[in-house]
């Protein structure tokens, strides 16, 4: 007989900082929620000068693809609206990834950022 049952289980998990994963329909509807959102903020100009990014973007297979494309984002980002406009667009992309990657992913706090 099996003493903690898989709800019970997840429930004490997530409890101590283990939080349950994701479902199949939240991670896609999620990845493609986050996946808008980087499109939108190229623009018009982003597609135009910096192709290969909105390539990228399109057609990242899954979420961590997407997590690793910030920085190509930032990049392209810097280069149309400034470091600061682009820093500002990307951490509120940033934030969307909250609850949808491994714990190994999630974005720490920097001390640089203040």
Known sequence: MRWL??????SIYGLLGNPVEPTESILEN?????RES???VLGET???HFPQVTRRIRYASDIQALWYLRGDLMGALAAIHGEMAAREKVSS?????QGLLPNGLNSRPSPLVG
């Open 38 to 40: 980087m499109l939108i």
């Open 5 to 10: 049952k898989p709800n019970l289980r997840s």
């Open 46 to 48: 982003g597609p135009k």
């Open 30 to 34: 999620g990845t493609e929620d986050i």
């Open 93 to 97: 992309i940033t934030r969307q990834f």
